[in-house]
T-cell receptor, first 112, second 114 residues
Framework: GNSVTQMEGPVTLSEEAFLTINCTYTATGYPSLFWYVQYPGEGLQLLLKATKADDKGSNKGFEATYRKETTSFHLEKGSVQVSDSAVYFCALSGGSNYKLTFGKGTLLTVNP | EAGVAQSPRYKIIEKRQSVAFWCNPISGHATLYWYQQILGQGPKLLIQFQNNGVVDDSQLPKDRFSAERLKGVDSTLKIQPAKLEDSAVYLC????????????FGEGSRLTVL
């Protein structure tokens, strides 16, 4: 079946540091890939997505590239801010009903 | 545009009691999902509705969990009787037809079973 493995947290960075959160997946066919974010006290929300190989999703300074050869979708940001502190979930969508499968989440804390 | 509404936000019950959660999806969204998120884990799909029909309930513990979506709009998730391991956040999400995994989530209902 489909599965997502993402970097164990927590991750603690200083403001303006470079961020990478690793995500790899196992899936049949050609899934779509997503990063969702959960800010403190809020619901999950879509951060970015990519629907086919070599696509790059981007939003709010975050980027991730769909790498089929390495089955990866790593999340990056060049300069994090305190407001980026949240839990980040990698996910894939596949199958006839586009079922969304999530990784375990990575807690990011950014200190001023 | 109003988001996905869920209630109650918090519920504490004792094991073997029953509980119900309610969800009102975004207007016009045909697909509704219930996810269970246990602390330290990613959300796990319990049930997916397309309008008022069930698309996927393969991971729903049907001996104690039930869900319905009357008239293809609001939905209720019930647990009876609750077990300690049901302590989790229950997330409702909705999406328009053909969204390919782009879901809109509510804030969740946190259940604590004592």
């Amino acid at each position: 079946g489909n599965s997502v493995t993402q970097m164990e947290g927590p991750v603690t960075l200083s403001e303006e540091a470079f961020l990478t959160i690793n995500c790899t997946y196992t899936a049949t066919g050609y899934p779509s890939l997503f990063w969702y974010v959960q800010y403190p006290g809020e619901g999950l929300q879509l951060l970015l997505k990519a629907t086919k190989a070599d696509d790059k999703g981007s939003n709010k300074g975050f980027e991730a590239t769909y790498r089929k050869e390495t089955t990866s979708f790593h999340l990056e940001k060049g300069s994090v801010q305190v407001s980026d502190s949240a839990v980040y979930f990698c996910a894939l969508s596949g199958g006839s009903n586009y079922k969304l499968t999530f990784g375990k989440g990575t807690l990011l804390t950014v200190n001023p | 545009e109003a988001g996905v509404a869920q209630s109650p936000r918090y519920k504490i019950i004792e094991k073997r009691q029953s509980v119900a959660f309610w969800c009102n999806p975004i207007s016009g969204h045909a697909t509704l999902y219930w996810y269970q998120q246990i602390l330290g884990q990613g959300p796990k799909l319990l049930i997916q509705f397309q309008n008022n029909g069930v698309v996927d309930d393969s991971q729903l513990p049907k001996d104690r969990f039930s869900a319905e979506r009357l008239k293809g709009v609001d939905s209720t998730l019930k647990i009876q009787p609750a077990k300690l391991e049901d302590s989790a956040v229950y997330l409702c999400a909705s999406s328009p037809t053909g969204s390919l995994g782009e879901l809109f989530f509510g804030e969740g209902s946190r259940l604590t079973v004592l």
